[in-house]
């Protein structure tokens, strides 16, 4: 089957109280892993990729390794533009074959995220093409957007509100205390926060920074109306770290797909196990 956008899939995950882990990967073999892993779970899939990767492989090479991946299983799945700061990278995207975009404007006021916002609706919509949008600022760092701590802030419940009116976005990724990278201690999830306002706004929520977030505390978000979880940093961990390891035990190794296939291997297993966290095994005939 082909690419799809999000939008539906998210929608039933939010009905249904589950979500769909949505994957950062870096190179073919990080997306065949991801995919292997969903298939043999039966779960709907978002690959995504950074605006870093975009322009390290090329957003052509990229959507076309998805689509075949795509036409190759019959698991619904979407391939998304994760943290998109630039309005013409999102236009190159959707050109390539992206179904779904992440348009941040965090950074900038209220009134300019809601515009900016606006306009990236207009075109995706025209498209089909999914819209997720950031209120508040999620911490960390991911790719070339740094927000140190004291930076950081949390969405506002009747700005979501106010956000989702005006927007008319199909997904939001409100902050509500995790952060981008691996945690240095416990994550602070305001769970209250995240109750107010999936009370409030009907479209499906994002938790941003689901690496190393403790098992329960993934269940409690997406039980209060989390739909998506982004797993970027402990994926890039799992791959790189097997490839050292093949290096510590064969530093004279030079054949790629030695190296390659325990790190595959890596990302698999730890796809799997999100994916199972998430609540989305089985479910990929629901969406189809
Ligand atoms: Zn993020």
């Known amino acids: 089957m082909p690419l799809i956008s999000s939008t539906e899939m ?3 995950a ?3 109280q589950y979500a769909i882990a949505a994957f950062n990967v870096h190179t073919l073999e990080m997306l065949q892993a991801v995919v292997e892993a969903a298939v043999e779970t039966e779960s709907p899939l978002i690959i995504q990729t950074t605006v870093g990767t975009v322009n390290h492989l090329g957003p052509d090479y990229i ?4 689509k075949t991946a795509a036409d190759l299983t019959d698991i619904p799945i979407v391939l998304h533009l994760d943290h998109c700061t630039d309005f013409s990278t999102i236009i190159r995207c959707i050109r390539a074959g992206y179904t779904s975009v992440m348009i941040d404007a965090s950074m900038y006021p209220f009134e300019e995220n809601v515009n900016l916002t606006r306009k990236v609706m207009e075109v995706a919509q025209a498209s089909g093409v999914n819209v997720e949008a950031e209120l508040g600022k999620v911490g960390g ?3 070339d957007i740094v927000v140190e701590e004291q930076h950081a ?3 506002d419940p009747e700005d979501c509100v106010q956000f989702v009116e005006r927007t008319g976005v199909t997904t939001l990724a409100p902050a509500i205390g995790t952060a981008h990278g691996i945690y240095k201690g416990q994550p602070n999830i305001d769970f209250e926060r995240i109750e107010t306002i999936a009370d409030r706004v009907s479209v499906p929520l994002v938790l941003h920074g689901g690496s190393g977030i403790p098992a329960e505390q993934i269940h409690r978000a997406v039980a209060l109306g989390m739909s998506k979880v982004n797993i970027a940093t402990e994926l890039r961990i799992a791959f790189s770290e097997a490839i050292k390891d093949v290096f510590v035990i064969h530093p004279e190794e030079n054949d790629p797909r030695k190296y390659m296939a325990p790190a595959k291997e890596a990302v698999k297993r730890l796809a799997m196990e999100k994916i199972r966290l998430c609540g989305s095994t089985g479910k990929a005939g629901v969406v189809r």
């Open 153 to 155: 802030s949390l969405a």
């Open 10 to 12: 998210l929608q039933t």
């Open 141 to 143: 760092v991911e790719d």
């Open 63 to 66: 959507a076309h390794a998805a």
């Open 14 to 16: 939010r009905r249904d």
